[in-house]
C-alpha cells in the first residue's frame, strides 16, 4: 500500500490504527496525523521498541491493510465508477 494512501485518508485509517496499536490514545493519533515518521516514533515511546521493530510492524499493518479491501475510501470509488 502507499502511505499518500494513508496520509490523505487519515480519518479513515485512525480507527485501524488504534485497532492494531491500543496503546496509541487518541491524543496520540491526532498527533501522528497521517505522518508514517510520526507513528513510529508513537509506537517507540508507547511500546518500547527499536526503530526498526516500529518499521517492521507498520509494514506489516500496511500489508494487511491492503490485502483486506475494507478500505471504504476504495469501495466508495469503485461503486461510483459502476453508477
Not at 491526532?30 to 527499536?50: F, H, N, P, W
Request: aromatic fraction near 8%.
Amino acid at each position: 500500500m502507499n502511505w499518500d494512501r494513508v496520509q490523505g485518508n487519515w480519518k479513515q485509517f485512525k480507527g485501524r490504527v488504534q485497532q492494531q496499536w491500543g496503546k496509541l490514545t487518541d491524543d496520540n493519533i491526532d498527533v501522528i496525523d497521517g505522518q508514517r515518521e510520526m507513528l513510529a516514533g508513537k509506537l517507540q515511546e508507547s511500546y518500547g521498541i527499536t526503530k526498526d521493530e516500529a518499521e517492521r510492524q507498520i509494514r506489516d499493518w500496511e500489508r494487511s491493510v491492503g490485502e483486506s479491501g475494507e478500505d471504504s475510501v476504495g469501495d466508495v470509488r469503485k461503486n461510483a465508477k459502476s453508477w
